[in-house]
Structure formats: C-alpha cells, structure tokens
C-alpha cells in the first residue's frame, strides 16, 4: 500500500522557488528595413550559392566600449590564404558574423569589403577568440 502523506512531502521539498530561478536579460533586435525584394522568376534554370569564409584569431583583448574596426586584410580565407578584401554579395546575398562560435545580431556589425565594424557595447572580445565572417550570394544560371 503507498503512503499519500509521505509522496507529498517529497512533492514539497523538490518544489521550485519561482523567485530563485535565472532570468535571462531581453535581447535588442535592430530594427531591419522593410523593403520588399524583386521577385524571383528563374524558368528552367538553377540557383547556385556562392559561400566565402573569413577567420581571424584575435591576438589582443578588444575593448568594445567604443567600438572597433579591424580591417579585411587581418583575416584568412578558407584555404588558409591572408585576403586583400571581402567579397560581399549585394543585393543577391546576406553575411553572417560568428563571434566565439555564436552568431551575431545584424545589428551590432557592418561589414564592406575593407573592413569590419562592431559597434560600441560594454564588452570585450578576448584573445583567443575566433571571429567568423560567412558571405553568402546567390546567381542564376
């Protein structure tokens, strides 16, 4: 026969306090232009991706306080080799900034084919840390 009055005490003592637990802070998304893009129309034809990667160790701590700009030829391509410039795809493609291994806000960055830009935040990116930029355009053929 089960004892009721002894599972619920059991009950009780593993009850979570909703007062102790961790509440994670809300997050800023940038407001993002609403433009509506051109239609895409491909008969008999394909979409080819275009992908480029770019990396880059950072060999001092990089105090964000006020922002920071680190220039293209800093980073490597995917085939180890240092790059003069990024290849950004516009308006045929997008870029993703991955910061320790997590990608980015679009809001916190902007990227042209000479350099990179974070914007100013109460942070640092430490010394060791890989920075990832992911190029993406799209043609057709």
């Known amino acids: 026969m089960v004892n009721y009055r002894k599972h619920r005490k059991i009950e009780r003592q593993w009850a979570c306090d909703c007062e102790d637990r961790f509440i994670w802070p809300h997050i800023k998304v940038s407001t993002i232009p609403t433009v509506a893009p051109p239609p895409?129309?491909?008969?008999?034809?394909e979409i080819i991706p275009t992908v480029n990667r770019y990396f880059y160790i950072v060999t001092?701590?990089?105090d964000l306080t006020n922002g920071a700009t680190l220039p293209a030829n800093l980073f490597f391509h995917d085939n180890g080799n240092p790059i003069p410039e990024f290849s950004i795809f516009n308006p045929n493609g997008y870029v993703n900034l991955y910061i320790n291994g997590v990608m980015q806000e679009g809001g916190i960055y902007t990227i042209t084919t000479t350099s990179l830009t974070l914007n100013p935040y109460n942070s640092t990116i430490y010394k060791g840390t890989p920075i990832i930029i992911e190029s993406l355009g799209f043609s057709t053929k």
């Open 40 to 45: 895409v129309i491909v008969p008999n034809g």
């Open 60 to 62: 001092s701590d990089i």
